[in-house]
């Protein structure tokens, strides 16, 4: 059980354009999400915390409005990076975190941004 | 404010040693501790978690970690390396509230030589 899917696993896009990620809580109901993103060889940065039905909470210095976060459904949260530009090229992992569960991180197996 | 150190950034081992990676932290309270590992390109695995109870904690693939509170520590240790093992490990820390992220060390990578 508890397992956290994302999708796409990678995706390539041009620049200024924009790209959807999604992270999808497949056998539990995730109140809340986390987005991290991970540049080569370093560890995850926390970029937002995402709460079912409300906005999401932005780290300092993370750009709320190229950083779309909607959590909609308790089993589903989505990450828009908006105007992608070569710099979000990234690794993006999402993690869930259940009600019945709330010590305890899920984490999805990525996605690979890469912008052109 | 809560921390996880690493400080070892890169470790080199022969197949069939032992290892130990270190953990260090800093937190207010009973932390609760975790260990992943990253292969690359791929997604966090879990290794394996303390929250409390027993502070020698048996996890996946051979590995076992030690909550040491008085040295805020939580080392993770494998007695026989496999090349399998060759990958990036991080240790994080958290607490039970339904908001609050874990926190990563910065990660230290395993190299294994025959």
């Known amino acids: 059980g508890a397992v956290v899917s994302q999708h796409p696993s990678w995706v390539i896009c041009k620049s200024g354009t924009s790209v959807k990620i999604e992270c999808r809580s497949l056998?539990?109901?995730?109140?809340?999400m986390f987005w991290y993103r991970q540049f080569p060889k370093q560890s995850l940065m926390l970029m937002a915390t995402?709460?079912?039905?409300?906005?999401?909470?932005?780290e300092q210095g993370v750009e709320k409005d190229k950083f779309l976060i909607n959590h909609a459904s308790l089993t589903l949260s989505t990450l828009t990076v908006t105007s992608a530009h070569p710099e979000d090229s990234s690794f993006y992992i999402c993690?869930?975190?259940?009600?019945?569960?709330?010590?305890?991180?899920?984490f999805g197996p990525g996605t690979r941004l890469t912008v052109t | 404010a809560q921390s996880v150190t690493q400080p070892d950034i890169h470790i080199t081992v022969s197949e069939g040693a032992s290892l130990e990676l270190r953990c260090n932290y800093s937190?207010?309270?009973?932390?609760?501790l975790f260990w992943y590992v990253q292969s690359p390109g791929q997604g966090l695995q879990l290794l394996l978690k303390?929250?409390?109870?027993?502070?020698l904690v048996q996890g996946i693939k051979g590995f076992e970690a030690e909550f040491k509170r008085s040295q805020s520590s939580f080392n993770l240790r494998k007695p026989s390396v496999h090349w399998s093992d060759a990958a990036e490990y991080f240790c994080?820390?958290?607490?039970?509230?339904?908001?609050?992220?874990?926190?990563f060390g910065k990660g230290t990578r395993l190299s294994v030589i025959a």
């Open positions: 994080a820390v958290g607490r039970n509230s339904g908001n609050t992220p874990l926190v």
């Open positions: 303390y929250f409390s109870g027993d502070t």
């Open positions: 995402s709460n079912e039905g409300s906005k999401a909470t932005y």
């Open positions: 937190y207010g309270a009973t932390p609760y």
């Open positions: 993690s869930a975190r259940g009600p019945g569960r709330s010590y305890e991180q899920y």
């Open positions: 056998d539990f109901q995730a109140t809340t």
